[in-house]
């Protein structure tokens, strides 16, 4: 295997895992990028990072049509958020954190539209 994509699908597992309790795509188990869902938070992350440095653009990204992997990442971690909610089993990740500290639950549920 290609180390730097085993870097780059280690990396995205952990991430999943550390949010969502091992709820995530196991994309190291399979091999290599199966769902897409790599390609899918790569395209997020672009848009994120530009609301992050040009907030005032928002709006106007907002009105813009989406890119179609931006809308499935955002899917996936709605699929995500609501198999660690069904999760009985109590986890120390950081939904777990975001659901009982300072972010309320119902704003969680809203966004995810559960």
């Given at each position: ?10 990396t995205a597992d952990i991430m999943f895992d550390l949010t ?72 120390n990740d950081i939904f777990q954190h975001l659901v009982s ?14």
């Amino acid at each position: 295997m290609d180390m730097r994509l085993f870097f780059q699908l280690f990396t995205a597992d952990i991430m999943f895992d550390l949010t969502f309790g091992g709820h995530g795509p196991q994309l190291v188990k399979a091999g290599k990028d199966v769902i897409g869902m790599y390609e899918a938070m790569l395209s997020y992350l672009k848009v994120v990072m530009t609301m992050g440095n040009v907030p005032y653009l928002t709006p106007l990204l907002k009105s813009l049509p989406s890119d179609p992997k931006v809308k499935r990442f955002i899917d996936f971690c709605g699929e995500c958020y609501s198999a660690r909610v069904q999760d009985a089993m109590p986890s120390n990740d950081i939904f777990q954190h975001l659901v009982s500290g300072s972010c309320s639950g119902s704003a969680l549920d809203s966004q995810f539209g559960n």
